[in-house]
């Protein structure tokens, strides 16, 4: 219901789970098994539990305008040196990797023209700041 806030908030480097197409008695039991915060836009499933940190996403559409609503409700700071820390994949903090041994895993043009990359230890995903960093940057400017 809300994967690209949840996106969103782990590229502001907050770990963030999603569970995608599962139960909500899976969800209550992983928020309650991690002492996590549930965010939900499903009035009747907060409703129904008893979880002390939960909240209701008001903001119907625009991610933005999601995170945003979060980002106030709980004074979270956008921090820049946080940006980019976690996969977005699967959440796990993000680690400094050498180009050298990831050569052949990367395009030959991003191996010419980037210099600084980062690898998911979990799921192996590489990231590099390319222009969708600068995008990134310029969409939260409004944070």
Known sequence: MMGRLAKWLRIL????????????????????????????????????IKIPESYLVKASSGYLTQLKEVMDYFSLKLDRKKIFTRCLECNVPV???????????????????????QRCPQCRKIYWP??????????????
């Open 130 to 143: 390319a222009t969708h960093y600068l995008n990134t940057l310029n969409k939260l400017k409004g944070l």
């Open 13 to 48: 480097g907050y770990d963030t789970a999603y569970m995608k197409d599962v139960a909500d008695s899976e969800v209550l039991r992983v928020a309650f098994k991690e002492d996590r915060i549930l965010l939900t836009r499903d009035a009747q499933l907060l409703n129904r």
């Open 95 to 117: 680690a400094a990797i050498e180009k050298s041994k990831i050569i052949g895993k990367i395009p030959p043009h991003v191996a010419k023209t980037q210099k600084q990359f």
